[in-house]
């Protein structure tokens, strides 16, 4: 039996989608910064405290893996998980940083649907904004990614 899907044909232009809310876990952006970014700004608290940022933000990387954990709710609108092929393009902007405690959702937006000529399913182009409690976009992303079709 095959789980019920979102097909590139449910799909329409402007459709917006919006996940739940999110804290981020110092304790957890840290460990991540500290195994994979270890920049003083991401690890550091004295350190990035004399930066630019005036304190600890999380690392790009974290951000990220972040918008995939609320990406999977957006992209399963009513519960039905997009027919997603993958996705083969990103424009991606850190436009703020990512705090310790701060509240995050995202959104997607779906910005064009072109059937493929191959058929069977269409290239979708969406932008994921991450925003925060401020109602600030710290992360967006333009992504072209492939959809299966119904048919």
Not at 45 to 67: K, M, N, P, R, V
Not at 70 to 86: I, N, V
Not at 137 to 145: A, E, F, N
């Amino acid at each position: 039996m095959t789980a019920a899907r979102t097909w590139f044909d449910d799909l329409a232009l402007g459709d917006v989608q919006r996940s739940r809310p999110l804290i981020v876990d110092r304790a957890a952006m840290l460990d991540y910064a500290s195994r994979y970014d270890p920049w003083d700004f991401h690890v550091d608290e004295d350190a990035a405290a004399q930066s630019h940022f005036g304190g600890l933000i999380a690392s790009g990387g974290y951000t990220i893996s972040l918008s995939y954990i609320l990406g999977h709710e957006t992209m399963a609108k009513d519960g039905k998980p997009w027919a997603f092929l993958g996705g083969f393009d990103w424009q991606l902007k850190f436009q703020k940083p990512v705090r310790a405690g701060d509240e995050l959702h995202l959104t997607d937006t779906i910005l064009d649907l072109t059937p493929s000529r191959k058929g069977g399913r269409g290239i979708v182009k969406f932008r994921r904004e991450m925003w925060n409690q401020a109602g600030d976009v710290v992360l967006s992303i333009d992504i072209v990614g492939l959809v299966a079709a119904k048919a």
